[in-house]
């Protein structure tokens, strides 16, 4: 498939042909926009003309922010077109211009599928804690001031490179990103999942940037306008435009520039590299305290990919956290003569892995854009999946059933559940947490070889502890609680957690769903007093599991199904309520 992937910035167009099986880029380009007065759609039809040797299957249009309405890059219709106009005033430089492109291209090629892959699509994952802003809520609430994040492309196909390269899943690893370029950010990827990053409601937030300033106390805002006088745009220039690497130095926002004037001895180039790499490694820290530990660091963006000065500034003084770099492979690294897109910089005794990936925004559009234009016609959308509703249950090792039931005591099955070996027991346990505890809490058979605690969300908050959303058998790294039974208490480390909603599928049911292992699908639910679509369900499948999807109480509640609570496993008592497989998204594994 020919994807024509286009990127209208605020100040160039950038555009790429690329043939998304072999996954060659045949044709790129920029052209410099001439200020308002740009005329899109005659640029663009300069741009077809020089590829018009190739058919052009689909367009992937780059669109800055999408809000928090979009997980995913989606076909563009009026929904969308409507989106991106509300979205604007969130990114003024940006989201007209890539609006402006998207109308201008739609008239030239009308025949043929234009896709939206969103900036902030790979953040919709945050955690309500990491996109909360401590103000006012009802003021948050009505302009939607929170955390959206921004580069979410560039982190999306940096991490998964990393899996790859890694030859494992992302869902066991905990990576953080630094893409590294005029503009500049972080970002925790949990096990696939972004949980933090650096930038914010707008790309102003967090790490010190090219011109941008990055984090700064608010407090300077109020300041420059009522001390020095400055108005509402002298002040926005001045932190996009004039900050930053910039700002601080004085002389270029470009870190070459920098690199070279602080080597010749200039004080302000000195200060700027140290700001700015300092900062860095107080993100890393504090992504590496957000995710419980770090597996895999990568470096990415002009800077991350260019610089080998900067990737040392920037990582060393990490050993306590098993970051070691190993400096000749640093000074080596040339991804641009290179066949392969990534480079390991980690010394052997290095516990986390350090990355140099060469970052590749247009072929993970092309990517996202072949895969809807390729599946849209493929999911079935008509066959029905049961609900079970999966009240809160505990899983033990044999160990810790012993400490807490007895020496020698066994699991009493009193009931079957749907899927095939697994059974409810007689016993319960009780949780106890820091604030409360909850009581009678079933035991589900057989034995497995690591204690896994499930509970909802509301749980989470009479327990009073905080509890990640992880796929079953992901419990390194997850929350603590203690178990109470007749004979003994067990206090664990780790293994309380929120279940990841799921499908479970035979693999017939996945051919004929046109899923695979390890997808995301949004769902939609259907019959209950409320309809509504869970979107980041995870596809499960095994021959020996039966087609169910399990979701905890209180998803059961929102989408108002009639779930007992009192026992594991349950269909939903409303009448035909199921759910419908509503679009698929790859997760690379
Ligand atoms: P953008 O965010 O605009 O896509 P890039 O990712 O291309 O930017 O990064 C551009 C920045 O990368 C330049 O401003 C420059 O500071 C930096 N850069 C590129 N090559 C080098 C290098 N060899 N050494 C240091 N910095 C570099």
Not at 279 to 304: E, S
């Amino acid at each position: 498939m020919n994807i024509l992937v286009i990127n209208c910035g605020s100040s160039t167009i950038k555009y790429k042909l690329i043939e998304s099986e072999s996954e060659t880029c045949l044709i790129t380009g920029t052209v410099e926009l001439k200020g308002e007065l740009s005329d899109f759609r005659k640029e663009l039809s300069n741009i077809l003309d020089g590829v018009k040797k190739y058919a052009i299957d689909a367009v992937g249009h780059r669109v800055v922010h999408g809000g928090d309405q979009y997980n995913d890059a989606v076909m563009i219709d009026g929904h969308v077109i409507a989106a991106i106009e509300r979205w604007s005033p969130y990114a003024p430089l940006h989201n007209p211009n890539n609006l402006a492109g998207i109308q201008a291209a739609q008239s030239i090629l009308p025949d043929i599928p234009h896709v939206a892959a969103f900036d902030t699509a790979f953040h919709s994952t945050l955690p309500r804690r990491a996109k909360t802003y401590a103000i006012d809520h009802s003021l948050a609430e009505t302009h939607h001031l929170k955390r959206f994040g921004f580069h979410g492309t560039s982190h999306q196909y940096v991490s998964e490179k990393a899996a790859e390269f890694l030859e494992t899943s992302l869902a066991n690893l905990r990576i953080i990103t630094l893409h590294l370029g005029n503009g500049a950010s972080a970002c925790a990827v949990e096990f696939g999942h972004s949980t933090e990053t650096s930038m914010g409601l707008t790309p102003l937030e967090g790490l010190v940037m090219g011109t941008r300033s990055g984090d700064i106390d608010p407090g300077i805002l109020i300041f420059l306008a009522r001390e020095v006088g400055m108005s509402i745009e002298e002040i926005d220039d001045f932190l996009n435009n004039n900050s930053g690497l910039k700002g601080i130095s004085g002389l270029s926002n470009d870190m070459r520039a920098i690199e070279k004037a602080a080597s010749e001895g200039n004080d302000q180039a000195r200060i700027a590299i140290a700001v700015f790499t300092h900062r860095i490694r107080k993100y890393i820290g504090a992504y590496a305290a957000v995710m419980g530990g770090v597996d895999v660091i990568v470096l990415t963006g002009g800077i991350g990919e260019n610089s080998s000065s900067m990737r040392l500034r920037i990582l060393q003084r990490l050993e306590f956290l098993g970051v070691v770099l190993d400096q000749d492979k640093n000074a080596d690294v040339n991804l641009e003569d290179s066949d392969s897109s990534v480079s390991d910089i980690s010394a052997t005794n290095s516990r986390v892995k350090i990355l140099v990936v060469k970052t590749n925004e247009g072929l993970k559009i092309a990517q996202q854009t072949e895969a809807l234009v390729k599946g849209k016609d493929n999911v079935d959308d008509t066959r029905r999946i049961p609900i079970a509703v999966s009240a809160r249950h505990v899983h033990l090792t044999q160990e810790t059933f012993e400490t807490l039931f007895g020496n020698n005591a066994e699991l009493v099955p009193y009931r079957e559940l749907s899927q095939p070996g697994q059974f409810a027991c007689d016993q319960t346990v009780n949780l106890i947490g820091p604030k409360g505890r909850i009581d009678h809490v079933r035991i589900l058979g057989p034995f497995r070889s690591k204690n896994q605690v499930e509970i909802s969300r509301t749980d989470e908050f009479a327990l009073g502890v905080d509890a990640p959303v992880r796929d079953s058998g992901q419990t390194h790294g997850s929350a603590p609680i203690t178990l109470e039974g007749p004979e003994g208490t067990v206090h664990l480390k780790e293994g309380l957690i929120c279940a990841r909603r799921h499908i479970h599928m035979h693999p017939e049911d996945a051919r004929q769903f046109n899923v695979k292992n390890n997808d995301e699908v949004e769902v939609a639910i259907k019959g209950g007093a409320r309809e509504l679509i869970f979107g980041d369900v995870l596809i499960r499948v095994s021959p020996s599991y039966k087609l169910e999807m399990h979701i905890d109480t209180d998803e059961a509640n929102s989408a108002e199904l009639d779930g007992q609570c009192d026992a594991v496993l349950v269909y939903s008592k409303v009448e035909c309520a199921c759910g419908v497989l509503q679009r698929k998204r790859s997760r690379l594994i």
